[in-house]
């Protein structure tokens, strides 16, 4: 009886035909696995610094200076400029129209200023013209006699509230940008800066001053108090 020799395999051929490992680090699972909206999300926005926010406040202030100004003539102003400029491409013929209207925009607001309201015994709203002596009305229609109307004379505030509505309106026109591209279409580097700097100054100066100074009249285009 014979034994046969059992053959015992090579270690080449165990280890050729042993699979390949493969190693992933780390870093390219985290890579794999995170979801598509992370990889794609923008980073955060900046915060804007402190003189940009200084700026946004001071410009919405600005803006905000027409309610001190007559509701009509803001909204004549709203109206007619577009329509006087030719949105803002103006000519020889459109320029002085623009100036002229411009100019009786901020009469009426200097004007304005002079006038006042009271109310009548039958509950009716009259409006006058302050005067030296006392008010001008415009049109009184009552059965009882004239009230007594010194208290509605012109004091030395009134100046002031007038002063100071020119140039609040000048402040307002200079922000708009039809009246810019009307009479600067382009401006040089020092204009620019004047024109940027100018509206911002006499809108927070005009606003201190009519603060410290407010004025008790409600006349043609600002509304009236119950109490009046």
């Known amino acids: ?22 190693t992933t680090t780390s870093s390219d699972s985290d890579d794999d696995n995170t979801p598509e909206t992370l990889k794609s999300q923008p980073p955060p926005p900046t915060s804007p610094s ?89 049109d009184y229609q009552s059965n009882t006699g004239l009230p007594d109307l010194s208290k509605y004379r012109v004091t030395p505030i009134d100046v002031v509230h007038a002063v100071l509505s020119m140039l609040v309106f000048v402040a307002v026109a200079l922000r708009d940008k039809n009246v810019l591209s009307c009479f600067y279409p382009k401006p040089a580097h020092e204009t620019q800066e004047v024109l940027d700097i100018v509206p911002i100054g006499i809108g927070l100066i005009c606003s201190l001053l009519f603060m410290v100074f407010p004025t008790r009249r409600h006349g043609i285009g600002y509304p009236v108090t119950p109490g009046k």
């Open 50 to 138: 402190f003189s940009q926010g200084a700026i946004s406040q001071t410009l919405t202030s600005t803006a905000n200076l027409a309610n001190l100004l007559p509701t009509g003539t803001i909204l004549a102003f709203q109206l007619l400029t577009p329509i006087f400029t030719t949105n803002g491409s103006c000519d020889s013929a459109t320029r002085p129209m623009t100036l002229i209207l411009l100019l009786l925009l901020a009469t009426s607001c200097f004007l304005s200023s002079f006038t006042d309201s009271f109310k009548s015994p039958e509950g009716q709203v009259y409006y006058g013209f302050a005067t030296f002596k006392g008010m001008w009305l415009f």
């Open 1 to 22: 009886m014979s034994l046969r020799a059992r053959p015992i395999p090579s270690k080449e051929t165990s280890i050729s035909n042993t699979p390949p490992i493969t």
